[in-house]
């Protein structure tokens, strides 16, 4: 239908993408250099031959506003022009979107947050036709491997789902004291990233906290008014019984979390949840409704951007060889920390203005495996546990 | 157009004639007549549903659903007019939107320091009606199918709530007056319900005591007779728009006071609850028939539906399943009266 995808550099540019949505036109504005590169090529690697590109899903989400900022960063350390693929939660926006940016010769060094697992292959083997690298974040389909495709599928990359559930699990069901009845809202419901979290959050309370009794699990398709209007249905149907609310993201959550005050009841109910934007920060930070929110998950969208767009910029100019690398740096996992009222403080420095860029610093004078807060932890193909 | 019409249905070109003299009687007789099968479908959920679990009739349910219903039930007037006179507005999503986080960034909010009090609402309100009457005017002066008109206007919407939103944290409301504003009570009934109900008279004194409602029926029913009799068909198919536009932007005002936040996507979903909401309350999508009743018992219809599957506690894997069936048997019922009349479907 239409193809959205913006050429621009500089603190503008995502305004301009807003008013390429607004107008649904191809926006193919000029690009720019970029003005504060830090990094030194090799020898052989011409960067006027190579575009960065970073798909993401849509671009209202703070999440996916985050991916870009990380890929902005990065190219501005590079001195490489950017392109974002916005996929408007279509995989054929976006997969129609990336041939576009494809066409126009330039090789991509490519981030890729894919709107469905299924998109991967096609995407992959369109970038190696052009002879460019990507690496794929969050969700691609188990057997599909880098290992099998070849060098220009530099990697696939994330944090994993059971983690961030065992996370919310830990913080929730100690706030309750081991005891009490909660309710889960995941995600979209065959989204992996929810299904990973909730088989987290399910195996741990299985395995440590007995005295705690999962009453229902709702869907909420990551949206917050969803999330809101199937928390009021929940309170309606048991009640003062629930004591804690686990969701899948802090966007449900912020919508779940009004429909416990609008209620009167958030004084006496507690949330964990994954992502911690500013808007659980600052609840956390107040200590809203009695101090409700005790459990969450730290990481950043544009530090999965960057170690992404990294991670194939160092394979395209041949600072690394896919195929000579250990198996979980081509399907790896990194770190996820578990955050607490008590611990949030540390992470206020990863919000902070130009935060993108000094993490970038880090990430290329580090490489992309050993870069806290998100070291590489591990790898392979993530398995879900029995609960 | 699309549709004949019937006998006992809304008056068309032929009694436009007729002024705007009739009794609240008849306003509400255009409502009753047609929905028998709808008002049965909703009387047979909700025994169902009561029955799977008593809690869904308490009067905390009837609360929670007067919620519910409240923004959707906004925009089915809107969209109602639309549909009557045979046009679609896909733009209400995309107006929410700008509307919405206009409103939450002029209002005390974590983002701006800005408070302008009734001012944001009519600076939003004034924003939505414009996006509606740009939709009107290229739709009704370019003769553009509104179809494809309102779909630019819901990007339009969407890109403008995406440009105010731009690279900053999600602005939430810090006003507990303005917050706790929906969910109050009055005579029982939440704020927003009744703010819904204000507006659902407003449609119903629009339909059927202006030159405009009748106006638009009659321009779904047949454009060039509705032209020939001198009509300023034009000026009515703007004026729908623009209403549509208006409370596009309260509804998305209301959403975003509802959520205490603002997001580009406050309106995300509405446009598949308010248009199935019209067209099973009767409203035929070709134009020159429905009623704002009908429409608003769609909606309610269609919340009941999904607030009675979590109550009654289905599991997630057949939610949609069974939400779709549910919906098919209760558009049968709907239909049912109508099914032997010379009505043609498309």
């Not at chain 1, 607004?22 to 590169?37: C, F, M, N, P, V």
């Not at chain 1, 190579?50 to 350390?77: D, K």
């Not at chain 2, 009654?312 to 057949?318: E, L, R, S």
Request: aromatic letters at 8%; a negative charge.
């Amino acid at each position: 239908m239409k193809i959205l995808t913006m050429k621009l550099t500089g603190p503008t540019r995502r305004a301009f993408g807003a008013a390429a949505v607004a107008a649904a036109l191809i926006a193919g504005l000029g690009a720019t250099g970029a003005d504060a590169q830090t990094v030194e090529h090799p020898e052989g690697f011409n960067p006027d031959e190579w575009v960065i590109v970073a798909s993401v899903i849509n671009t209202t989400n703070p999440y996916m506003i985050s991916n870009i900022e990380g890929a902005e960063a990065i190219s501005e350390a590079l001195g490489i022009p950017l392109e974002i693929v916005n996929s408007n939660n279509s995989s054929q926006t976006s997969i129609s979107s990336i041939y576009a940016i494809l066409a126009s010769g330039k090789k991509p060094i490519m981030f890729v947050n894919t709107v469905a697992s299924s998109d991967a292959p096609t995407i992959v083997e369109a970038v190696k036709q052009a002879g460019g690298y990507v690496t794929i974040w969050w969700n691609k389909p188990d057997e599909y491997k880098p290992q099998d495709v070849g060098d220009n599928f530099v990697a696939f990359q994330k944090h994993t789902g059971v983690d961030s559930g065992r996370c919310g699990a830990q913080a929730l069901a100690e706030a309750l004291g081991g005891e009490g009845d909660v309710i889960l809202l995941p995600g979209v419901q065959d989204s992996t990233t929810s299904k990973t979290r909730v088989a987290g959050f399910r195996a741990e309370i299985a395995e440590n906290y007995p005295g705690i009794n999962i009453l229902e699990e709702r869907p909420s398709n990551w949206d917050p008014q969803l999330g809101a209007r199937n928390a009021r249905d929940l309170i309606v149907k048991y009640g003062d019984q629930i004591d804690g609310v686990w969701s899948a993201d802090d966007g449900m959550q912020i919508g779940a979390m009004q429909s416990f005050e609008n209620a009167g009841l958030l004084d006496r109910v507690k949330f964990a949840s994954d992502g911690l934007y500013p808007k659980t920060l600052e609840d956390i930070k107040s200590g809203r409704g009695n101090n409700a929110i005790v459990g969450e998950t730290f990481h950043r969208g544009y530090m999965a951007s960057a170690i992404g767009l990294y991670t194939a910029y160092l394979a395209a100019s041949g600072q690394i060889v896919p195929s000579e690398l250990e198996d979980n740096k081509r399907e790896s996992f990194f770190k996820l920390s578990c955050v607490t009222p008590e611990n949030y403080e540390q992470y206020l420095q990863y919000d902070e203005e130009g935060a993108p860029a000094e993490f970038v610093e880090r990430l290329i004078a580090n490489g992309p495996w050993d870069t806290e807060p998100v070291p590489l932890v591990g790898g392979g193909v993530e398995v879900l546990p029995e609960s | 157009m699309t549709s004949v019409m019937h006998e006992d249905g809304p008056r068309g070109a032929a009694g436009m004639k007729r002024n705007g003299s009739a009794s609240m009687r008849r306003l509400f007789a255009e409502g009753a007549k047609g929905p028998i099968g709808l008002l049965a479908a909703l009387v047979v959920l909700i025994v169902v549903f009561s029955f799977l679990n008593p809690r869904f009739a308490s009067i905390e349910n009837l609360q929670n659903v007067l919620f519910q219903v409240s923004v959707p039930l906004i925009l089915v007037v809107g969209a109602t007019l639309v549909i009557q006179m045979g046009s679609i507005d896909l733009s209400i999503e995309g107006i929410m939107g700008a509307a919405g986080m206009t409103w939450i960034l002029l209002s005390p909010n974590t983002r701006t320091m800005i408070d302008l009090g009734l001012w944001a609402w009519l600076i939003a309100l004034v924003l939505g009606m414009s996006l509606g009457l740009m939709t009107g005017v290229i739709y009704a002066k370019l003769k553009v199918p509104s179809f494809v008109v309102s779909l630019g206007t819901w990007y339009v919407g969407l890109g403008i709530a995406i440009l105010l939103y731009g690279n900053n944290s999600l602005p939430s409301l810090t006003s507990e007056a303005l917050a706790r504003w929906p969910t109050g009570l009055t005579l029982g009934l939440p704020h927003a319900f009744w703010l819904a109900a204000l507006v659902l008279l407003f449609g119903l004194l629009i339909s059927n005591y202006t030159n405009l409602g009748r106006g638009l029926m009659a321009i779904g029913n047949n454009e060039p007779i509705a032209r020939m009799s001198g009509m300023p068909v034009n000026v009515y198919k703007i004026g729908a728009f623009a209403i549509a536009g208006l409370l596009g932007g309260l509804a998305g005002i209301l959403a975003t006071m509802q959520l205490g936040s603002g997001s580009t996507d406050i309106g995300f979903g509405q446009l598949f609850v308010v248009i199935p909401a019209a067209v099973i309350g009767g409203t035929a999508l070709g134009g020159g028939e429905g009623g704002m009743i009908r429409s608003a018992l769609g909606v309610v219809l269609l919340i009941i539906l999904n607030n009675g599957l979590v109550l009654a506690g289905v599991d997630p894997d057949y939610q949609s399943g069974v939400f779709g069936l549910i919906l098919l048997f209760a558009i049968i019922a709907v239909a049912w009266p109508e099914r032997g009349r010379l009505k043609v479907a498309k």
